[in-house]
Structures are given as structure tokens and as C-alpha cells.
């Protein structure tokens, strides 16, 4: 897809995974800190940040014709600058308007709806463009890796915020939280600016736009007739959708079943989240060992990541009916550590498949998938939770109630699995080549060696 002087350097791959850090700050500032805010400090129903959140989701369903903006300009960096510019300043107006549900409520929600529309349009057409760019100018090989290294910095920009950003928001104050948020979305637009300086190359290296391309609806229309991205659109959403119901229950779960306190089921959290982080070291470590072989291809990953999610969710049904002194703990860190092995793989497979097919159609290709992403994430917690309290009527005990959701979560992991299955079979079938394999050889070089 590009020539060798045009392919990135390990250092131009961590340069564009600080823009997905800086996406990631905003985004834990208005969807976890604002959150709280909300409903502790100023006591509002739960059900509205959810709301917001759901809307922040749903938003980016635009993303497949925000892909196609791109396509069509034949340029990504504008519109990753341009992303982020409005996802800076809808989280900034998102602070104002919790701040202003304080005093006004009603005219507080109407800004936060505006706020949280600005949020997802900007991630939408940021996060697309900036996939897009990834794979377009790392090579085949670095992909998958590119793909980690972007997903770590993701995480690395929610915890490095949500620690620096607490500590200044002490003692709290309305007027503290639009001051610390007008300051990371500074940051956040300025470090963007800075790692995507002179990484696309100038308006000569790009290639010649298709006319056809500036047909959204024919665009769309093409890459949903292609079988394998069609098949990794569905992928993802049966995927996503069974790892975002999770997050909403497991909390509850650890309380109302173990007798977790406030704290304690944070820290369970905080397990699962470290589990996936070891899941991606696991898979750039075994496929560095075994490149070459079949231990190293994204088939083997991709679907041995959902069947494992799915045997761990299984287990995390089976504690629970066992209830206070079952191995909860290793569970969730086992869950854990599946999704991260899963969700990297997916985004390798996604690098390497967003430009096979049509040509000039890789924003598109990149917008179906996110935006399937979207809304199973917009759909996810709200159906989990639905299903808890459905359960939880019907049934004895919350332990069986949360095992039947689990069960839920769980079969849509097998799903996933075999639809990952056929998107394999169909890309072979077009490309009449072998599997891809991940090379990560160079990750720990990238890290720091």
C-alpha cells in the first residue's frame, strides 16, 4: 500500500498512538469523572450520564461517512486534527454544562447534549482517520503491532488522566472541574498536533482519488458487499457488544454477591483492566517467539481470545453460584487477560483488512467497523443491565440472575468466534494466500530496548 520510504518507523507508530492517548484523556473525563460528578456530587439520577454516554456512542455511527470525508480528501491528517479539535472543545463544554446543572438544570442537560454530540463526532472522525493513517503508512508486518502500541497508549491516556486530573480536582469545586478539563483538552489538541507533524507526508505522496469515491451512499454500499468486511462488521459488534455488558454488572455483581464494598470492587476492576493489558503482552511476546507459525497468526489469536472470554465468563457464572470464597479474583483477571488477547487481535486483523478491497474505500471500511463498535458499546451496558434486573425478578437469587447474564455474554463470545472464522475464509478465498502472521519483533524495541 505504501512505498518503503513512506513506511513509519517504530517512532512514528508511538507518535501516532499519543494521539489515541489524547483521545483517550478526554474521553475518561467526560464519560467516568463527569459521571461521578454527576450523580454523587450533584445527585442526579444515574440513568443521565448513562444517557450522555449511550448519545456519545450512538453519535458515531457517522462514522463510515466521516471515513469517507477522508477518502475523499485523500488526506487523514486534517481530519484527525479536526476530530480532535472538536472533541477538545465538547469536552470542555460537557464540564460547563455539568457545572451548570448545579444551578439550572434544564438548560445544563440541553448544553451537556451538544457537548456529548461534539465528543463522539470528534472521536468518530479522529479515531477513524487516525486507524486509517496507521495502517496505510506502517508495513504489513508492523500492523498488528502498531495496533498494541496504539491500544497501550489508549489505556496509558485514561490512567494518566484520571490519576493527575483527581489529584487537581481536590478540593472540588464546579468551577475546578471546567478549569482541569479546559486543561487536559488543551494538552490533548496540542499534543495531537504535534505527533501527526510531518507524519502523512505532503499532498504529492498521496494517491489519486477515485471520482467514484465522493459517492458516500455507492461507497458504503461497496464495502458492505465485500463478504470479509462485512462479516468483521458483524465481528465486531458481537464481540464488543458481549465485552461492554460487562462493565456495567461487574461491580454490582462483586456487591451484591461477594459483599464487595465500594472500594474492593474497584479494585476488581482494576484486575480485569490489568488482565487485558497482560493479554496484549502475552500475544506481542508468543508471536515475537513463534513468528512464522501458526502460533503466530491472527485467526488463532482472534478466535482463541473470544472462546477463551467465553470459557472465562462461563467460569465467573460458576463462582458466583458458588458464592463468598470461590476464586473470584483469578477469574476476572482470566476474563481479563482473554478480552485483551481478543480485542489486540481484532485490531491487528482490522489494520490488515481496511485496505483489501475496493480502492479509495479505507475510511469507509474503518467507519463500518467503528461505528459497529459504537453501537454495541451505546447498546452493551444498557442490555446487560436490562437483562440483571429482568433476571433478578424472575429467578431466586441475584447469583443465578448474573449467571444467566453472564451465560448471555458469554454465547455471544462463540458467535464472535465463528464469524471471525468466516471473515478468514473469505479473505483467503480472495487474496488465495495464507492467514496473516503478527510480527511483534520489534514491540519491546518500541518500549524501550
Known sequence: MTDRSMTLSWLGIVRLGLVQASLGAVVVLTTSIMNRVMVVELALPAMLPGALVAWHYLVQVLRPRLGHGSDAGGRRTPWIIGGMTTMAFGGFLAAVATALMGTNLVAGVALAIVAFTLVGLGAGGSGTALLVLMAQRAGPARRPAAATIAWVLMFAGFVVTAATSGRFLDPFTPARLVEVTACVAVVALMLTMLAVWGVEGAARHVA???????????????????????????????????YSALELILDPFAGQVFGFTPGASTKLSGLQHGGALAGMILVALVTNAAAGTRAASLRVWTMGGCAASAMALVALAAVGLAGPGAPLQPVVFVLGLSNGVFAVAAIGSMMQLVGQGASAREGVRMGLWGAAQAVAFAGGGIVATTLSDIARAVLDSPAQAYACVFGAEAFLFVLAARQAAF???????????????VNTSAIVSASGG
Open 423 to 437: 471473515v478468514y475464509q473469505s479473505q483467503a478465498r480472495r487474496t488465495s494466500a495464507a492467514i496473516p502472521v
Open 208 to 242: 489519486p482519488v477515485a471520482p467514484e469515491a465522493r459517492g458516500f451512499v455507492l461507497a458504503l454500499r461497496e464495502v458492505w458487499s465485500e463478504p470479509a468486511s462485512r462479516r468483521f462488521a458483524i465481528f465486531v459488534f458481537l464481540s464488543m457488544l458481549a
